[in-house]
T-cell receptor, first 113, second 113 residues
Framework: DTEVTQTPKHLVMGMTNKKSLKCEQH?????MYWYKQKAKKPPELMFVYSYEKLSINESVPSRFSPECPNSSLLNLHLHALQPEDSALYLC????????????FGPGTRLTVT | DAKTTQPPSMDCAEGRAANLPCNHSTISGNEYVYWYRQIHSQGPQYIIHGLKNNETNEMASLIITEDRKSSTLILPHATLRDTAVYYC??????????????FGTGTSLTVIP
């Protein structure tokens, strides 16, 4: 199983809402990633978790809060977002050895109103 | 700060080889080159990667120049389903913290019937 799943596929939220994005993989990967992608732009790295610990935070605003409850799950908690945070949010995972190929999920399309 | 540069768009006739160039003149000796493609807001899909030798798999070939400052992705017989944005990526490996992908701006490849 080389699949990374993400839920929900689409999310519309107001600026005062609290919501969460979920990501799951069962490939035994010990590194997981959150990316943000604006239209017609490449994905931008937000966070990296290695062995369930946050290892890279690319200076992401605190209204985005990642969580890695176990080696298969990755969450992104959202609170008090701005309209400019509307984007495609991609999750990826990779092994910590070997080819380090990143497997991407299909993404969550987020719209902040 | 971009580690790779790519032409923004290219066309290719169906059935012909598509050659997608990438410049990565500041690449370090232990940094790999990866290629991914993204079809219309789906998650990026892995194609191939390499360090300094040419590589081939069932999808494509990767030619890396001897000085490693540039590479070319070759799709040998392009089909309409190969229409996508192709990203050239430099992978930086951090020990014990996972690896970080530096995405280029991507080349939008259109395969023409």
């Amino acid at each position: 199983d080389t699949e990374v799943t993400q839920t929900p596929k689409h999310l519309v939220m107001g600026m005062t809402n609290k919501k969460s994005l979920k990501c799951e993989q069962h490939m035994g990967h010990r590194a997981m990633y959150w990316y943000k992608q604006k239209a017609k732009k490449p994905p931008e790295l937000m966070f990296v978790y290695s062995y369930e610990k946050l290892s890279i935070n690319e200076s992401v605003p605190s209204r985005f809060s990642p969580e890695c409850p176990n080696s298969s799950l990755l969450n992104l908690h959202l609170h008090a977002l701005q309209p400019e945070d509307s984007a495609l949010y991609l999750c990826a995972s990779s092994a910590m050895r070997g080819s380090y190929e990143q497997y991407f999920g299909p993404g969550t399309r987020l719209t902040v109103t | 700060d971009a580690k790779t540069t790519q032409p923004p768009s290219m066309d290719c006739a169906e059935g012909r080889a598509a050659n997608l160039p990438c410049n990565h003149s500041t690449i370090s000796g232990n940094e790999y080159v990866y290629w991914y493609r993204q079809i219309h807001s789906q998650g990026p899909q892995y194609i191939i990667h390499g360090l300094k030798n040419n590589e081939t798999n069932e999808m494509a070939s990767l030619i890396i120049t001897e000085d490693r400052k540039s590479s070319t992705l070759i799709l040998p017989h392009a089909t309409l389903r190969d229409t996508a944005v192709y990203y050239c990526i430099v992978r930086v490996l951090y020990s014990n913290t996972g690896n970080q992908f530096y995405f280029g701006t991507g080349t939008s490849l259109t395969v023409i019937p």
